[in-house]
């Protein structure tokens, strides 16, 4: 089962990125750069190849440089189109999807999830199109994008999900390592937000409730995926997309 490629998606932008700190003190986390690019940009020029067509970008810490960051990209007639969500407190990342879907700027039809804190390689086939051609909707709420936590850069701790073969999710035992971590991604329906509560909350109550339907399933990532929490996490995902795109850059290094 497959659906096409879902047009609508949203870009969570708002978080003040304690862990980044100092770097985050005077600008927004997404606006760090990997690799001489602002992760922003890294992540809306995958959505736009994908060929995605509007996303929403949430914003409220540092809003401001947020918002001119996305003007410049626009009259750069880089793609896709943007509709900026300005928050005056933070809503989280479910909070702030299910304003956004009760306000219609996600429409009816499924529509991808992306944390501004992540970035990703793609395999042979770009990681948003296998989300759409893997996404049953008679089945699935939603469907995450995974990461085995022993290939990630950056720390992710004891991972989150046990994948069935099908790809159904369940919770990590407390305490117990586990073999795939949410990369930041997800293709999600209306249907997961059903029971949403108004005001801020986190997508993993809605994640919780979905995996007690048995709606909650996830696909594994098949190149590089960075976790971008720490101010040490810049420098290594940058080495890890320079020796993607330059196999040779590590002997090169190290011969320095």
């Known amino acids: 089962m497959s659906i096409p490629m879902p047009q609508r998606a949203m870009l969570f932008a708002?978080?003040?990125?304690s862990r980044m700190r100092p770097l985050t003190e005077d600008t927004a986390k997404p606006l760090?750069?990997?690799d001489g690019r602002a992760i922003l940009?890294?992540?809306?020029?995958?959505?736009?190849?994908?060929?995605?067509?509007?996303?929403?970008?949430?914003?409220?810490?540092?809003?401001?440089?947020?918002?001119?960051?996305?003007?410049?990209?626009?009259?750069?007639?880089?793609?896709?189109?943007v509709i900026v969500r300005a928050e005056q407190t933070l809503l989280e990342s479910g909070g702030s999807a299910a304003?956004?879907?009760?306000?219609?700027?996600?429409?009816?039809?499924?529509?991808?999830?992306?944390?501004g804190d992540?970035?990703?390689?793609?395999?042979p086939v770009p990681a948003l199109r296998r989300l759409a051609a893997?996404?049953?909707?008679?089945?699935?709420?939603?469907?995450?994008?995974?990461?085995?936590?022993?290939?990630?850069v950056?720390?992710?701790?004891?991972?989150?999900?046990?994948?069935?073969?099908?790809?159904?999710?369940?919770?990590?035992?407390?305490?117990?390592?586990?073999?795939y971590v949410f990369a930041g991604v997800q293709l999600a329906t209306p249907a997961l937000f059903a029971e949403a509560p108004p005001g801020p909350f986190s997508l993993n109550r809605l994640w919780d409730a979905a995996i007690a339907r048995g709606r909650l399933f996830g696909i594994v990532h098949d190149s590089v995926w960075c976790h971008l929490s720490r101010p040490e996490d810049l420098a290594a995902a940058t080495r890890a997309l320079r020796l993607a795109r330059e196999p040779d850059a590590a002997e090169r290094d190290a011969a320095l």
């Open 134 to 152: 893997a996404f049953d909707p008679a089945r699935m709420d939603a469907l995450l994008l995974l990461a085995r936590t022993s290939l990630a």
């Open 154 to 179: 950056g720390a992710v701790g004891q991972g989150d999900f046990v994948s069935a073969p099908d790809g159904l999710l369940r919770r990590a035992v407390r305490g117990a390592l586990t073999p």
């Open 41 to 81: 940009d890294h992540v809306l020029d995958r959505l736009d190849k994908a060929g995605v067509a509007e996303v929403v970008v949430n914003v409220c810490w540092q809003a401001g440089k947020v918002r001119e960051a996305l003007r410049v990209r626009a009259e750069a007639g880089l793609g896709p189109r």
């Open 14 to 17: 708002a978080g003040a990125g």
């Open 99 to 115: 304003a956004a879907l009760r306000d219609g700027a996600l429409g009816p039809e499924p529509f991808f999830l992306l944390n």
């Open 118 to 123: 992540s970035l990703w390689l793609n395999g």
């Open 32 to 34: 760090l750069a990997v």
